[in-house]
């Protein structure tokens, strides 16, 4: 089960004496039968030990001081993490000291939950004094521990915990649910960039419907609205999470229109992302209507990339509400759109078949005429009562620049 380079690392901290495991979610993802992400190790040999175990190899030491080393096999970086337990948590997050100990199970006494405090080697087997295995096979996620003192030492555990629920399709043993309910205001006192990644994982979980229907108050800390919406409302959201891809701006538009945009924002990766959310989330009950000057307007006020999210987030409520006019109309947009960027339709003013050195070249005025004409121009393009032809829009600016007044312009006979 173990990939080369990670044998290879064991077997060369067991042939200096010390003891040495995969540990933690490789361990957990490897009995699911899913690849792991990452491999970690922990060994009995101190930090200075495992330096002096791998001679010539790319070593690097960011977490020297919790007694983790980065080895480097074949480009891909591993963890080799000496045994430690953790001091005493005075800020919610981090143990204000870390102590070296000689044994695996005391190392996996300080992780978060028994599906996640498994260690195995080749030499020794599945080493799982928790009961990881049995509670992986019940899909059950379960504290090492007394659960309440587990998430007052490090509220992150609370968002890994419904992290691994919705990515993982688990249940959580209800005195570890309760603690985590009891415990979750605690949340607020947390960097919200560790909130935020816990978080975005949990929304683009598969099972992440699951979570926010059982598990909706867990988040009320970080987004007081979502208890304030109505169940009505709240269920509606979550179906439509559940009808969408998982594409994080789309659930994040979703999310948006029952929770307020500024309490989200802080949860979304960048300021970007959170602008989008709010857009969408603002255009979620817009009609699409099929045709192509529709679509070519939509471009213009979205971009191709945001307006595709929007049909996504328009389906997925379609399908919560089982809207089947709705849900074809969305299918005729969506050709629609598809045409109009194939087709390389004209929706910005860059895209037009004149420019602003035209305009001027026409008589019209420089400053912010030329930019009024050719915004009057794409206009039209847009609506489709002038073509984005060149010599048809040249003939335009011309009129104009010959002092005619937009609304007194004529169209050339031939359109
Ligand atoms: P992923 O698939 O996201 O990598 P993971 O379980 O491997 O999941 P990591 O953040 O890589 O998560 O952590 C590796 C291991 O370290 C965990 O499996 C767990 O044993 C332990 N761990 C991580 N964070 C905590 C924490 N906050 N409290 C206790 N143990 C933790
Ligand atoms: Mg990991």
């Not at 070296?100 to 498994?118: K, P, Y």
């Not at 039209?380 to 011309?398: D, F, K, M």
Request: with cysteine; proline share 6%; charged share 25%.
């Amino acid at each position: 089960m173990l990939p080369g380079p990670v044998r290879g690392i064991l077997t060369t901290l067991q042939q200096q004496g010390h003891s040495a495991f995969a540990v933690g979610g490789c361990v957990r993802d490897s009995l699911l039968g899913r690849p792991p992400c990452d491999w970690d190790v922990c060994t009995s040999a101190r930090p200075g030990e495992i330096k002096a175990a791998f001679p010539g190899k790319s070593l690097s030491a960011p977490g020297v001081r919790h007694g983790t080393i980065t080895v480097l096999l074949e480009h891909i970086p591993y963890e080799v993490t000496t045994f430690r337990t953790d001091g005493a948590y005075s800020d919610h997050r981090h143990p204000d000291s870390v102590h070296f100990v000689r044994s695996v199970s005391e190392d996996l006494a300080r992780r978060d939950f028994t599906v996640n405090a498994m260690a195995y080697s080749p030499a020794s087997g599945l080493i799982d004094p928790f009961g990881g295995a049995r509670d992986l096979a019940a899909k059950c996620l379960r504290c090492v521990g007394d659960p309440a003192r587990r998430f007052s030492e490090d509220a992150l555990r609370i968002l890994r915990m419904a992290r691994f629920a919705a990515s993982m399709g688990f249940s959580i043993e209800p005195r570890t649910e309760a603690a985590a309910l009891d415990q979750c205001s605690v949340l607020t006192q947390l960097p919200v960039e560790r909130c935020r990644a816990e978080f975005c994982k949990m929304l683009c979980g598969r099972w992440a419907p699951r979570v926010l229907r059982g598990q909706r108050l867990l988040f009320a800390p970080l987004l007081p609205s979502a208890a304030q919406t109505s169940e009505r409302a709240w269920e509606e959201a979550v179906s439509a999470i559940a009808a969408a891809p998982d594409d994080l701006c789309v659930r994040l538009g979703i999310l948006c229109r029952v929770v307020a945009p500024g309490q989200l924002a802080p949860l979304c990766p960048d300021a970007k992302t959170a602008r989008t959310a709010t857009l969408l989330a603002e255009c979620a009950e817009e009609p699409l209507r099929a045709l192509p000057s529709v679509a070519r307007r939509w471009l213009h006020r979205l971009g191709a990339e945001t307006l595709q999210k929007l049909v996504r987030v328009q389906a997925a409520f379609a399908a919560a509400r089982r809207d089947r006019a709705k849900q074809s109309e969305l299918v005729e947009f969506a050709k629609t759109l598809r045409r109009a960027l194939e087709n390389g339709a004209c929706c910005e003013r860059a895209q037009l078949a004149v420019s602003g050195e035209d305009a001027l070249a026409a008589g019209i005025p420089a400053g912010g005429e030329v930019g009024a004409a050719l915004e009057s121009l794409l206009d039209r393009v847009i609506e489709g009562t002038l073509p984005n032809e060149r010599a048809v829009l040249l003939e335009q600016l011309a009129a104009w620049g010959a002092g005619i007044a937009c609304e007194q312009c004529t169209l050339p006979e031939s359109l």
